[in-house]
């Protein structure tokens, strides 16, 4: 990933309703969610869920398919995964840290 991609991706998710959105499609994994059912979950009028689904997918952090009569969107796990590579690509200096607790980690 380069680091305008990063930048547009986090720039993307630096808004409470867009990472909401991106984490809703996180849970539900490749089967991905209708606007209408992400709508409900979130309590989101359409045109405002519309213009930030277009946000997430100008950053490539969601995908959008049709399937039949409906919009399916999924979370782009690709993209997310070079972005979180990209971010903790030299942490640590290289080396492997060996806790989860990040005060214990020299990064």
Do not use: I, W
């Not at 993307?12 to 991106?22: E, N």
């Not at 606007?35 to 045109?47: H, R, S, Y």
């Not at 213009?51 to 009569?69: N, S, Y």
């Amino acid at each position: 990933m380069q680091e305008a991609d990063a930048v547009r991706s986090l720039a993307a998710l630096a808004q409470a309703l867009r990472l909401r959105l991106f984490r809703a499609l996180v849970v539900a994994g490749p089967d991905g969610l209708t606007p209408g059912t992400l709508a409900e979950e979130l309590a989101v009028a359409g045109n405002t869920l519309s213009f930030h689904l277009k946000e997430l997918m100008h950053a490539g952090l969601v995908t959008q398919e049709r399937q039949g009569r409906n919009l399916v969107y999924r979370a782009s796990f690709t993209t997310m995964n070079e972005l979180l590579g990209y971010l903790t690509e030299n942490c640590c200096e290289g080396a492997t840290c060996a806790t989860t607790d990040a005060a214990a980690c020299r990064c």
